[in-house]
């Protein structure tokens, strides 16, 4: 089955830096993978999503570019501010299946003021 | 529109009595997933319902978890005899056929068992 790993499993960075965030995935049949952010106390919200038939999508401050050669998807966020510091998942599915996501165990991203 | 709701937003017990959690899915959405966050970690995949179809309960843990859903809406994650390794957030989330990769989330129960 499907496999996903995301580093780091912490991230600090200065407001107004740039966040990066990477995923691996095991199974070369998923060709769709969101990321979620979830807030403390909230359930996770989608922010971006990607499919295998794209290489990169950018909305405002947030992008993702996925390699599908070497299985690995990113999330950059550019200009972070403190709203920014949350807790961030990957993860992947195979559409047309039942669209069960396996998930990464998330990144903590910390943006200080 | 309404989004994903899911209550009790909090649910303590005792070890050994039974609880019920409840999603209410936004509209018309056809599918439900039922996922378990331990503290600091990823979401782990507990059963997905699709439509009328037989769900699919391949993640839940033990005989002691189940779940059914009413109507093709509300569904109830139901934990019998409740040990302190449930304690953890219990997320439901929704998604629509035509989309059916993109799951909609709700705020999650958090259970602690005593």
């Known amino acids: 089955g499907e496999n996903v790993e995301q580093h780091p499993s912490t991230l600090s960075v200065q407001e107004g830096d740039s966040a990066v965030i990477k995923c691996t995935y095991s199974?070369?049949?998923?060709?769709?993978f969101p990321w979620y952010k979830q807030e403390l106390g909230k359930g996770p919200q989608l922010i971006i999503d990607?499919?295998?038939?794209?290489g990169e999508k950018k909305d405002q401050r947030i992008a993702v570019t996925l390699n599908k050669t070497a299985k690995h998807f990113s999330l950059h966020i550019t200009e972070t501010q403190p709203e920014d510091s949350a807790v961030y998942f990957c993860?992947?599915?195979?559409?047309?299946?039942?669209?069960?996501?396996?998930f990464g165990k998330g990144t903590k991203l910390s943006v200080k003021p | 529109g309404a989004g994903v709701s899911q209550s009790p937003s909090n649910k303590v017990t005792e070890k050994g009595k039974d609880v019920e959690l409840r999603c209410d899915p936004i509209?018309?959405?056809?599918?439900l997933y039922w996922y378990r966050q331990s503290l600091g970690q990823g979401l782990e995949f507990l059963i997905y319902?699709?439509?009328?179809?037989?769900?699919?309960k391949s993640g839940l843990p033990s005989d002691r978890f189940s779940a059914e859903r009413t109507g093709g809406s509300v569904s109830t994650l139901t934990i019998q005899r409740t040990q302190q390794e449930d304690s953890a957030v219990y997320l439901c989330?929704?998604?629509?056929?035509?989309?059916?990769?993109?799951?909609?989330f709700g705020p999650g129960t958090r259970l602690l068992v005593l």
């Open positions: 993860a992947a599915s195979l559409t047309g299946s039942q669209g069960n996501l396996i």
């Open positions: 199974d070369s049949a998923s060709n769709y």
């Open positions: 990607i499919r295998s038939n794209v």
């Open positions: 509209s018309g959405h056809t599918a």
């Open positions: 319902f699709q439509g009328n179809s037989a769900p699919d």
């Open positions: 989330a929704s998604n629509h056929r035509e989309y059916q990769e993109t799951q909609y």
